[in-house]
C-alpha cells in the first residue's frame, strides 16, 4: 500500500474497514413511471433509510452521458489548468480541490454550478442583514461543451427535484405542492465529484461521513460506486451498490426538520480504491440561508 500526505488520513475510528464491502439489502429502487403505491413507497423508503434509489426518472441517458464526458475531459487537465476558475472566497463556485469534510482532506476534486446565474444569496444569517452575495458560475476554456451539457442536465434535474418533493410532501399527508413556496427565490447547485485512485485506501475517504444540510441531494455515480451509508438499524456501513440509469436519493436535514423527525437525515460517506477513478453527480435543492452541504 502506498502513502498519502497526513491531511487525507482518517482518524482510526473513521477509517473504512478492509472488508466494508458489504451491499446494501434494503435500500429501495423505485420506479417512477408506475403510479400504484408510488406515495408510500416514497415514505418507507423516508422512513426507513433516507435514502432510495429511483429509476424511469424523466433525465435524459444522452443528456447525462454528454455532462459525464465533458467532466472526465475537464478532469483530465493539468492542474494549473484547472486552477483558473478554482474557488475563492469571492467567488464560491468553480474548481476546488482541497475540500475538507470534519477537518480532514477529502481525496476528491469537485466542480460546482449552479441553475440560476447569478443567484443571490444573503450575505450572513443575520436576518437584520440586507446585504446579498451574487453567486456566477465560471466555465473552463476546454471543453467547450461543459457549459452547454451542464445547463441542459440542471433543468432535467431540477424537474426530477421538483416531482420528488411532491412525492414527499403528499407521503407526508400534505398538498404536492406544499413545498413550492420554500424554493421560490432558492437555486439547485450542481456538484461534479472527481475521485482519483488511492494509494491508501484503508486510510483515506473520497468524501468523510457526514449529513446533508440541504432539503433533498439526487446522486447519480458511475459503475465503480463508493456510496456508503450508515445503515439506521444496527450503525453498520454498507454499500450503495450502482443501478444502471438510477439516482440515489436521500433527504437531508430541512426535510428532517419539515417531517418532524419521521424522515432523518442519515450519514453517509464516499470510499475510493487503488484502480479507478470515480465520476459523481449530485444535485442539493437548498435553502437560500443556508451554507453549501459537501457530498
Same mark, same amino acid.
Not at 95 to 105: G, I, M, P
Not at 226 to 232: A, C, F, P, S, Y
Not at 260 to 286: C, G, M, W
Given at each position: ?119 443571490? *444569496? ?31 442536465y440542471v433543468k432535467e434535474l ?9 412525492? *414527499? ?79 440515489i436519493v436521500n433527504v437531508g ?43
Amino acid at each position: 500500500m502506498g502513502t498519502v500526505d497526513q491531511a487525507f488520513i482518517q482518524a482510526q475510528e473513521h477509517r473504512p474497514a478492509k472488508s466494508s464491502s458489504t451491499y446494501a439489502e434494503g435500500i429501495p429502487l423505485i420506479d417512477l413511471s408506475s403510479p400504484d403505491g408510488l406515495v408510500s413507497e416514497i415514505g418507507n423508503a423516508c422512513k426507513n433509510w433516507g435514502f432510495f434509489q429511483v429509476v424511469n426518472h424523466g433525465v435524459p441517458l444522452e443528456k447525462r452521458q454528454k455532462l459525464e464526458d465533458s467532466s472526465r475531459k475537464f478532469f483530465g487537465l493539468s492542474s494549473e489548468e484547472k486552477r483558473k476558475i478554482r474557488r475563492s472566497e469571492k467567488q464560491a463556485l468553480g474548481y476546488y480541490d482541497t475540500e475538507h469534510t470534519k477537518n480532514v482532506r477529502d481525496w476528491k476534486e469537485v466542480f460546482d454550478f449552479v441553475a440560476n446565474d447569478p443567484h443571490l *444569496i444573503p450575505a450572513s444569517p443575520d436576518p437584520h442583514d440586507k446585504e446579498l452575495l451574487e453567486w456566477h458560475n465560471v466555465w473552463p476554456q476546454y471543453p467547450p461543451e461543459l457549459k452547454e451539457a451542464s445547463e441542459e442536465y440542471v433543468k432535467e434535474l431540477e424537474k426530477l427535484a421538483f416531482k420528488l418533493m411532491e412525492l *414527499i410532501a403528499l407521503s407526508l399527508g400534505l398538498p404536492a405542492n406544499r413545498f413550492h413556496s420554500f424554493f421560490r427565490d432558492q437555486t439547485t447547485r450542481v456538484r461534479i465529484n472527481h475521485y482519483p485512485p488511492c494509494p491508501a485506501p484503508d486510510l483515506t475517504l473520497g468524501v468523510g461521513r457526514h449529513k446533508d444540510g440541504g432539503a433533498l441531494t439526487i446522486l447519480f455515480q458511475d459503475d465503480v460506486g463508493g456510496l456508503q451509508v450508515k445503515r439506521k438499524s444496527d450503525g453498520e456501513w454498507v454499500t450503495v451498490k450502482p443501478t444502471p440509469d438510477a439516482y440515489i436519493v436521500n433527504v437531508g436535514d430541512i426535510i428532517q426538520v419539515w417531517s418532524n423527525e419521521a424522515y432523518e437525515s442519515v450519514e453517509h460517506r464516499v470510499k475510493v480504491n487503488t484502480e479507478k477513478e470515480r465520476i459523481s453527480e449530485l444535485a442539493d435543492k437548498l435553502e437560500g440561508e443556508l451554507s453549501i452541504n459537501n457530498n
